[in-house]
C-alpha cells in the first residue's frame, strides 16, 4: 500500500480534481449567455440539456447534450491515459462535478450526459443498454427525467460496478424533485419542438 507521502499516491488521489473540473464546465449556463438570458432561472431551473431545450429550442439542448457528452468522455480519456486514474472513479468524479459544481458558485445539472459520456469510453454494452432502454420508456411515456433514471439503473446493473451503483444513487437524488412530480403525476412530458 502507498503512504499518504508518496509521490504516486498523491498524484493519483488529487488527480481526481482534473476530472471532477471538466465535470464543472458549466455549458448550459454557457449556452443561456448567449441568448443573454440566465438558464438557472428559467424553467425548472435546471442547467441540463432538457431545460435549455424547453426554453431555447432543440438546437440549442443538442449542442447543450453534445457537449455534456463530451466533458464525460474527455475525463475518463484523460483520466486513465495521462493520469493513471481508475476509469470508474473518474467517471463518478466527472459526473459529481456536474451535478455538483462547485456549491454556492455555480449551480450544476443531474448527470445523465455526462454519465452518458463516460459509458462511451468505459462500456460499450452498457451504453446500448442505456439508449436502447432510455428510448423505449421515453416512447411510452414521454418524461425525460423517467426514461433516464430507468436507464442508468439498467446500465449500471449490467456493468456491476460498486462506484457506479454509488453514482446511481447520487443522479437519482438529484432526480428527487422529478421522482415527486412523477409520483404526483405533475412531471412536464417532453415533445420536440423548433
Not at 441540463?48 to 464525460?72: C, E, P, S
Not at 423517467?146 to 436507464?151: F, I, K, P, T
Amino acid at each position: 500500500m502507498n503512504s499518504l507521502w508518496d509521490p504516486s499516491f498523491l498524484m493519483i488521489n488529487f488527480g481526481y480534481i482534473v476530472p471532477y473540473l471538466l465535470g464543472v464546465f458549466p455549458t448550459g449556463i454557457l449556452i443561456s449567455k448567449i441568448r443573454n438570458q440566465d438558464i438557472t432561472k428559467l424553467g425548472s431551473g435546471n442547467v441540463g440539456a432538457t431545460n435549455v431545450a424547453r426554453n431555447f429550442g432543440v438546437v440549442y439542448g443538442l449542442i447543450t447534450l453534445f457537449i455534456d457528452v463530451l466533458k464525460g468522455a474527455l475525463a475518463v480519456i484523460i483520466g486513465t491515459k495521462t493520469l493513471n486514474l481508475d476509469p470508474y472513479t473518474t467517471g463518478v468524479f466527472v459526473t459529481l462535478g456536474h451535478i455538483v459544481s462547485l456549491p454556492f458558485i455555480l449551480k450544476g445539472g443531474k448527470g445523465v450526459a455526462t454519465f452518458i459520456g463516460t459509458l462511451i469510453v468505459l462500456n460499450h454494452y452498457a451504453l446500448v443498454i442505456f439508449l436502447i432502454s432510455f428510448i423505449l420508456v421515453f416512447i411510452f411515456s414521454r418524461y425525460v427525467s423517467l426514461s433516464s433514471l430507468v436507464a442508468v439503473w439498467l446500465s449500471v446493473s449490467f456493468i456491476g460496478n460498486l462506484h457506479y451503483i454509488l453514482l446511481a444513487m447520487i443522479i437519482t437524488l438529484a432526480h428527487q424533485k422529478n421522482i415527486i412530480r412523477l409520483i404526483k403525476k405533475e412531471e412536464s412530458k417532453f415533445y420536440f419542438k423548433r
